[in-house]
């Protein structure tokens, strides 16, 4: 959240698309964290499907976003 509160308010779109692939990779952190979580049992299963499809619709909206801000 905040990798996309500093894009938004760079002063170009090129930045701000810089700054949404940053948070989008952190995803890519936060889904390693929930295997570990789940691998060491600090999670449950159930809880580990909720959080990863959480990640993952994150994921696709900025994709989304980004791919709006690059078509305008």
Known sequence: M?????????RTDRSFVQYLG???ASLGEVKSQLYLALDRR???????N???ELCDKTARQIS???????DS
């Open 2 to 10: 905040s990798n996309i509160a500093e894009g938004f308010d760079s």
């Open 22 to 24: 940053i948070a989008r």
């Open 42 to 48: 600090y999670i449950e299963e159930s809880q580990f």
């Open 50 to 52: 909720v959080a990863l």
């Open 64 to 70: 989304k976003l980004i791919e709006y801000l690059e």
